[in-house]
């Protein structure tokens, strides 16, 4: 019921067209995907606006078979990438997903698409859809 | 002001002027900002891998040209584009210089397994035509990162998947082949261009 709530507000507010959205994602950049396996990673902010703590455990996009939340570290001299089960935004809070840090890593892209789409999860609760062009290599 | 302290301040002045000037042109071109450069450069070991066309790729391929080499592999998103991507920039910015002699981009898989002559060339050609993509067995590319004092290491995920953790160093070969210089952590592409510039004894 709390979620279902918490739902219907973050979609209340979303509509509203009000500049103080319950959660935004902005800055959204999402890479061309590589050629050889097409793979694109997808950087961005996530701003939650609310009292309580906002939590992502899934993301998923229809120009690609699989979206995951990744963290790429370099400790020691050796890089790495982990995946993390969800993104925890703090009330009033903003976290980045940038590059050689979180991230995240949308694989198996259907085709070569111009724009992407991102839906945002908390379990089955959808928190936010957004559309964001795709990046092309400066040349 | 006295003409007796004028001329101190005049002299003061002078020596500042002429100490700025000696600092910028003895050290300050030749400062590299994060490269390290080895004692003496060490000539690479054998080692057969293939280049993205498969032919052969071997320590005669690095010679003839500067070279930089980054060990990656084609399911990583995020640390191997962007690193390619710095590199590539800071070939232009070299470019733009005026620097006629452009080190060339080297990857060099860690997923050989996976990473085929064609997967790894499609990969590395994106960032430019002129880039070579190596791959191979395992035992020589292993032989290759070894003499470049790179560690890399396949990692099985909980979910069924892998990952491959290794170093993020670039290192650079001389036009000789040998091991020269390097990069230990990923740098801005600036910072890239500008060191080249100095290692490549172009500057």
Redesign the interface.
């Known amino acids: 019921m709390r979620a279902a709530m918490a739902a219907i507000a973050l979609l209340v507010a979303a509509c509203s067209g009000e500049s103080a959205a319950p959660f935004v994602v902005a800055n959204i950049e999402v890479?061309e995907p590589?050629?050889?396996?097409g793979?694109?990673?997808g950087y961005m902010t996530l701003t939650n606006n609310t009292g309580s703590q906002i939590t992502v455990t899934d993301v998923r996009s229809a120009e690609y078979n699989n979206v995951e939340i990744?963290r790429?570290t370099?400790e020691d001299?050796?890089?790495?990438?982990?995946?993390v089960d969800k993104l925890e935004i703090p009330a009033g809070s903003t976290i980045t997903l940038e590059?050689?840090g979180l991230?995240l890593?949308?694989m198996q892209a259907e085709g070569n698409p111009d724009a992407v789409s991102l839906s945002f999860y908390d379990g089955e609760m959808l928190l936010m859809n957004v559309v964001a062009n795709i990046v092309r290599?400066a040349d | 002001m006295g003409p007796r302290n004028f001329v101190i301040a005049f002299a003061a002045g002078i020596a500042l002027a002429a100490g700025i000037f000696l600092a910028l042109k003895q050290s300050a071109p030749q400062q590299l900002r994060s490269a390290f450069v080895l004692p003496a450069p060490e000539v690479l070991p054998d080692f057969a891998l293939l280049d993205q066309a498969g032919e052969a790729f071997t320590p005669d391929s690095l010679s003839g040209q500067w070279d930089v080499v980054f060990f990656g592999f084609t399911s990583c998103p995020d640390i191997c584009p962007v690193t390619l991507q710095k590199l590539t920039l800071a070939r232009r910015q070299m470019q733009e210089a005026g620097i006629g002699e452009l080190p060339r981009i080297v990857l060099v898989s860690v997923d050989p397994e996976h990473d085929t002559p064609d997967i790894i060339g499609k990969y590395v050609n994106y960032f430019g035509d002129g880039n070579v993509g190596v791959t191979g067995t395992l035992e020589e590319t292993r032989k290759l990162a070894k003499s470049l004092y790179v560690y890399f290491e396949k990692v099985a995920l909980e979910d069924g998947g892998y990952t491959v953790d290794h170093s993020p160093a670039v290192l650079v070969i001389d036009p000789d082949g040998r091991y020269h210089s390097g990069f230990g952590s990923s740098m801005t592409a600036e910072d890239y261009a500008y060191d080249l510039s100095i290692l490549m004894g172009v500057y």
């Open positions: 890479t590589m050629p050889g396996r793979m694109s990673a990744h790429s370099v001299g050796v890089a790495r990438m982990r995946r590059r050689g991230h890593m949308l290599r």
